[in-house]
């Protein structure tokens, strides 16, 4: 079939060693008892309820059964225009085996590196990538075609389930439909496939039961030798968190202080990875005092602490720690995705009470302030999902377990995140690479049950924060009242704090002073892009206006080649007052307590190696 280079691609397979290979399959039936043992004894007892539908799914899909049900002409024309592509693309095939030259039906979106292997270009992988390619496309455009005909949330449960499902249909994910596999397979007389189960085996011993992908090299790294590493000192402590100062890089420093209240949801250092890509590092060569908030991994002991107490311990008690540490009051304080959330709640609250500049200003980092349209987060929120939650996490010491987010996170890029390495761990049996995002992205933290689910029902599931329904401290929270200059960032591609999101909750403060950068990439990478990358890119506005819409906005903007950093640092430095002499840990009223990074950071939520 097809040119020379598809039978030199065939007969890449090479000769099996017979003898190699059946004892690789008898160590595969070893390891393969193995994992089954585990499974067995990790799920013997199962602690709490049995949950037989926790994602809720079964009412939406017999929603949308019934709705397919009430439209059988429009499910036949969709299924006739289904199989006329796969007519075609069987001609396409038969016109190929007779050595004709044959432009492909489909190709894979940019950016999709399922089918970057160079076999998926020759013979019946050809076939099999270009008809899961159109299925899934057919199945995508189907299920956008129903507009309008579900409710919002239970139309985008079923397209993010769907595409899931798809997702792990597809033929890069099984031994015998990819090439690549098939070829280390042949290559090694199925060594690939022992090392696969060895390390699924692994991965399912540290998950204690449940399939915890290694995603990274983690004995690559090690939390404050070369990530986290930026040198400081924690100078303040309490149950929820500690703060950490960093030392000067510069001789001089502006006198206001930065401090930073990253998500409580990720250990802080995504924003102090490796020295190359540092926030924190960036930040201090500018020439910034810098302060980080490092949240507590709670465990039981911690359960009982709700989003009040967070709001106090948190932002507040912070903010208290940096006036005390650097004798300067209102920091300039920065909330990154739900540290955002907080820094807007702490604010708002101070507001009720009179102080209505408790900060010299608030920078937002893809923070989501109005939910009314969350964006794919949502489909892990309602009701029921919520209740199946609330008993779960009481039933296991009242927390939920770091890993469950994570899992949730990873679904939103579930080729990137999750069959990428099912492939490449599994399948060819190799380790990950070494990769400080994913190293991160594998050491999430537990979130208490009361504060849990008071964030998910009063934000995502009830909008209760924009709408002054959210009462926290005795107080009613009104994003109005916050009047401080507002810095706020979103990223395009963000799937989590949507740009429209994002957007949107910038109308609700009532700062008259306002400013809005859109980064490229997503939740993370369009945040973490230090200016010597010289990757993406940023859209600024040619005036202060800000339009309704996000379209409207984009219309009167300006592509700027490279990191949002230095815009933002140009908007900082007139919020930060004057020069005077680098400040120290210790300096201040607060005193060293021990070396960054600090005693939290290092509490894992499950075993890293």
Known sequence: MGDQKANNSSNDMGMLNTVKLANNMAQAQAHLQRIQADLAAFHMDPEGPVQMDPLNLGDTFKTFVTLMQEHPHEIANAQYQLFSQYQELCQNMMARMNGEQVEPLITPERGDRRFKDEGWNHDIFDFMKQAYLITAKWADATLKDIDGKLPVRDKRKVEFYAKQFMDALAPSNFMLTNPQVLREFMATSGDNIVRGLEQMAHDIERGKGKLNIKQTNTEAFEIGRNIAATKGSVVYRNDLCELLQYDPTTEEVYEKPILIIPPWINKYYILDLQEHNSMVKWLTDQGHTVFMVSWNNPDERLAHKTFDDYMVEGAMATIAAVEAATGVKKPNV?????????????????????????????????????????????????????????????????????SEMATAFSMLRANDMIWSFVVNNYLLGKEPMAFDLLYWNSDPTRMPVKMHSFYLRHCYLQNDLPNKRMVLGGEIMDLANITVPVFMQAAREDHIATFDAVYKSLHHLGSRSKKFVLAASGHVAGVVNPPSAQKYSHWVANSTALPESTEKWLENTKELKGS??????????????KKIPARKPGDGQLKVLEPAPGSYVRKHSVPMN
């Open 334 to 402: 920065v909330g990154y995705c739900i540290g955002g959330t907080m820094l807007a709640c702490a604010l708002s609250w101070w507001a009720t009470k009179g102080n209505t500049k408790p900060v010299e200003s608030a920078t937002f980092l893809t923070t989501t302030l109005d939910f009314s349209d969350p964006g794919d987060l949502s489909v892990f929120v309602d009701e029921t999902q919520l209740h199946n939650m609330e008993q779960s996490m009481e039933a296991h010491g009242g927390f939920l377990e770091g």
């Open 564 to 577: 949002w950093w230095p815009t933002w640092n140009d908007w900082l430095i007139k919020k930060a007052g």
